[in-house]
Nanobody
Framework: QVQLVESGGGLVQPGGSLRLSCAAS????????MGWSRQGSGQERELIAT???????FYADSVKGRFTISRDNGKNTVWLQMNSLKPEDTAVYYC????????????WGQGTQVTVSS
């Protein structure tokens, strides 16, 4: 079982920035393939960024060029740097682990709220 704890959400004005953190448990963190998803009110959950154990990254078109995913294996942490935020980025943001050493898993954090509003 992998425990994930997100933090860093909050209220920010349009055009502002936030950095989300996801702290993961386990001694095999360097082998985790991880991602960030978000779910706006009344909307389906959307995968927005992933980073593999070999640091290959993927971004959804909706965030490409504005968000950056990164990881520090020494700290068991993944970050999502969000710049140029828009009101449509308002959502609950979730961290997840979807693969460990090539084996598919499905671990999720509790989520952190991001609200972009003036």
């Amino acid at each position: 079982q992998v425990q994930l704890v997100e933090s860093g959400g909050g209220l920010v004005q349009p055009g502002g920035s936030l950095r989300l953190s996801c702290a993961a448990s386990g001694s095999a963190f360097s082998f985790y393939d991880m991602g960030w998803s978000r779910q706006g009110s009344g909307q389906e959950r959307e995968l927005i960024a992933t980073i593999t154990s070999s640091r290959v990254k993927f971004y959804a078109d909706s965030v490409k060029g504005r968000f950056t995913i990164s990881r520090d294996n020494g700290k068991n942490t993944v970050w999502l740097q969000m710049n140029s935020l828009k009101p449509e980025d308002t959502a609950v943001y979730y961290c997840n682990v979807h693969r460990i050493r090539g084996i598919y898993v499905d671990y999720w954090g509790q989520g952190t709220q991001v609200t972009v509003s003036s």
